[in-house]
């Protein structure tokens, strides 16, 4: 059974940062595209960034607009976990935010219905 588990979620101030990190586990996720969605109450799941492993040490990755420059996406395949550096926080960043794990998706990864398993959320929030 496939688990994805997130941490590092809290309170910070604008223009502070955090770093999330998923943990997955139940299967090998090294050929799946991960990804970080957001969701802020009232609003729709929206993409954030998305990562995919070519193999040896190339990854591609996909940033939402309103997020690049700011947040950098990671993997490490060795350890299942995939990681979210979140910097120069905003309070529109403010938000419940999932890991995801696609078995097949698309580019540019970023509909919430490509991806098979979705973590249970940590709450992010920036304080003006």
């Known amino acids: 059974q496939v688990q994805l588990v997130e941490s590092g979620g809290g309170l910070v101030q604008a223009g502070g940062s955090l770093r999330l990190s998923c943990a997955a586990s139940?299967?090998?996720?090294?050929?799946?595209?991960m990804g970080w969605f957001r969701q802020a109450p009232g609003k729709e799941r929206e993409f954030v960034a998305a990562?995919?492993?070519?193999?040896?040490?190339?990854?591609?990755?996909y940033y939402a607009d309103s997020v690049k420059g700011r947040f950098t996406i990671s993997r490490d395949n060795a350890k299942n976990t995939m990681y979210l550096q979140m910097n120069r926080l905003k309070p529109e960043d403010t938000a419940v935010y999932y890991c995801?794990?696609?078995?097949?998706?698309?580019?540019?990864?970023?509909?919430?219905?490509?991806?098979?398993?979705w973590g249970q959320g940590t709450q992010v929030t920036v304080s003006s």
């Open positions: 139940g299967r090998s996720f090294s050929g799946d595209v």
């Open positions: 990562i995919r492993w070519s193999g040896g040490s190339v990854f591609y990755t």
């Open positions: 995801a794990e696609a078995e097949r998706a698309s580019n540019p990864y970023r509909a919430p219905y490509e991806y098979d398993y």
